[in-house]
């Protein structure tokens, strides 16, 4: 007896090689009928008899491809209408809205690898060989359902091998939608900074590269989501200049390591970075350096102690890697704070002043985004999302509790914060949490940000019914807000929505425990004389606002954003105007700043100043070029003196059980006066200490059982595993895992603050 079954699947399966493995494995039990993308995933249409059609779909979980997430599957038995004599796959319907996630780049395969570095195959040297489990993807893509006229390939007319293996149900490109060959694919050139074309044939190309990058020169190449300006990273005088003709004068830069042998010969590489480097989505890793060997660090990370380390996770990359043989430095290709440069026209323009050489190529980057960075911490591999773009971005896996808190299917679009700025989109069942895209106070990063949200619009038909966004009355962001006219609009404070955040990656907004939320960073809005950065929350369920339970004691904030680039103005303004510090100011410095701070006209809580503050105490004297860097200061003093044995730590609290003063004025006198009995090193640590002990006295006064962390501070590693040494026999512990502790996550933690806090009131 013949039974008809419709099954509907969603989830990340589109891009994924998930209808060849439907049509395969309906092959291999006989069954008939047919596979499709739709607007929610993969439709099937399976005829057969019901033991095998119940074993087909248990086969569907066990067997998936490596690359889907499978978040639903429905199946119902339908009358049978039409006997199908075969198993095939059927066209998509035309415009179709989806309702899927948006499928991430994906680092090449082994296979495909394999392929690039073998003579005998007619992909090698072929940078863009890709099949259905690696490749671009949000990269080319520009709607969906995820059909290669639907992406930037469209152009590459597929040759007759090509068109052979996309029809051959055994083969790895058995309906690979971005399948090219050298043939009939993209076309290279490598040129100097002039344009004039040196170049064309793939192998001399990467050749040449090698030999430029070992006399010291710096390309600019167009890799598979933007360019990335290379240089060789044992070379002083080639990252000298890089580092001036960039206009980036101390913050690190990543290096790409050939192989994972070459990684764990420089770097202390753990199984957590080995995992990640291998995995689809390969970030960066910020990871301590073992041996320094040829490498020029104090050019690459000039004071740090580790290194950004890229593996090369295109065929573009992995193919310099192959050639190069040695370590090279590999940045975003763009021109300070500008996003990174995605066509050979925004490239040649921006970077012509940068780079000697340029490696450019003929596929369009629809959706250009820069390199995802992790750190695992040192002690209790704890995970750090630094930036989350490619290959982590742009989906979040949030749906199910979408569908419960948004009920009425409301459009939201949520703005984020504008320093690092991310936003989100609610366009259908999904959440979509968009890359990375950087400062927008960069105006071409603005246009990045507007054009990303305008991309959203199109590929979801997606016009918002509600926007929310930071309190701030400055942010640059909320100008997207003019392309919608009369729609409804929702201001929520930063911290909270950085508590919101954490809450929502956790789950923990139907926990049956209240939860302390610690949300430090450097800045954010609460009122036009008050800057947070220091706050404490707690959240009970069912309670439709969170109590504001403590904060560090506020003081003076003067000078604008001249004062989060100068860190002693920090140090003067919390230890209120002490005498100590007199020497470190000129006599008309000592007078203005003194009064500012006196007025006290602004004031702030922010730990981040705090952590400005400290640096300079412990001997960072010098304004900051990048930000983060004086906090970096520390903890790597800190970190110093926290491996070695017998480490005893002290707090700098004060000694009263009952109370929570936390006065950063007290703290930083304490540090001041401990320097003179004992080193830098173990200053620094039992500050990072003294913050730990100040959560831990405030969860217990508040009696809390569980504690969640946000905020740019924890991209701190030491204080995150101090954290879990201190507080986890007593504490359960959340921090961010799957987005970053920074402002990135702002926009995520608006929507859900508005879902769970105003929508539900
Ligand atoms: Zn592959
Ligand atoms: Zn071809």
Partial sequence: MINTYQINISGQVQGVGFRPFIFNLAKKMR????????????SILIQGEKPNIEAFLSMI??????????????????????LFDTFFVKPPEENIIPNIPLTPDFATCARCEKEIFDSRNRRYFYPFTTCTHCGPRYAVTLKYPFERENTSVARFEMCPKCRREYVSPNHIRFHSQTNSCPQCGVNMKFTDNKGVVLERDNKRIFELAAEKLSEGKIIAVKN?????????????????????????????????????????????????????????????????????????????????????????????????????????????????HSPVCSSETEAVLALQTIADYFIHHDLEILHPQDDSVILFSAKHQQKIILRRSRGLAPNFFFSDELEVKNRDKE?????????????????????????????????????????????YRHIFSFRPQIILSDKHPLFENVQVKHSFPNVKEHKIQHHEAHFAAILGEHRLWESDKAVLGVVWDGAGFSTKDEIWGGEFFVYHKGVR???????????????????????????????????????????????????????????????GRLFDAVSFVLGFNRTISFEGEAAMYVEKMARSAFFVSETTFTDYLPEEKYTCDFSAKNLLLNIIHDLSRHKPETVALNFHYTLIKMIEKIAVLNGMEAIAFSGGVFQNSLLVDLAIDILKPE?????????????????????????NMIKQR
Avoid at 246 to 265: H, Q, T
Avoid at 731 to 755: C, K, R, T, V
Wanted: with cysteine; glycine share 4%; aromatic share 12%.
């Fill in 545 to 607: 606002s969170f109590s504001h339970v403590a904060q560090l004691d506020k003081f003076a904030w003067i000078l604008g954003d001249k004062m989060a680039e100068n860190p002693k103005i920090s140090a003067l303004s919390i230890s209120a105007n002490d005498p100590y510090l007199k020497p470190f100011f000129q006599e008309n410095e000592w007078l203005f700043y003194t009064r500012q701070i006196e007025k006290r006209q602004v004031v702030t809580s922010s730990v």
């Fill in 411 to 455: 459009k939201i679009l949520c703005l984020g914060s504008d320093l690092k700025s991310s936003f989100c989109a609610v366009p259908n069942h999904h959440c979509y949490l968009s890359e990375y895209i950087g400062d927008l106070s960069n105006y071409d990063t603005f246009l990045r940000y507007e054009k990303t949200i305008r991309s």
């Fill in 731 to 755: 504490f359960e512990l959340y921090f961010h895992e799957n987005i970053s502790p920074n402002d990135e996550n702002i926009a995520f933690g608006q929507l859900n603050y508005y879902l």
């Fill in 224 to 336: 598979t989501s933007g360019y990335l300006l290379l240089c060789d990273a044992s070379n002083k005088k080639a990252i000298g200049s890089l580092r001036k003709r960039k206009m980036r004068p101390c913050k690190p830069f990543a290096v790409l390591f050939p192989s994972m042998d070459k990684i764990s010969e420089y770097l202390h590489v753990n199984d957590c970075n080995m995992r990640s480097f291998l995995s689809p989505e390969s970030p960066i890793n910020i990871i301590p350096i073992k041996d320094r060997k040829n490498l020029a660090v104090s050019e690459i990370c000039p004071g740090m102690d580790c290194i950004g380390a890229m593996f090369p996770y295109t065929g573009m990359l992995k193919l310099i890697a192959k050639t190069f043989e040695k370590p090279f430095i590999a940045t975003s290709g763009n021109v300070h």
């Fill in 31 to 42: 069954l008939k009928g047919f596979v499709s993308n739709d607007g929610n995933g993969v």
């Fill in 61 to 82: 979980e066990q067997s998936k491809p490596q690359n889907s997430r499978i978040a639903k599957i429905l199946f119902e038995e339908i009358p049978t209408q039409q």
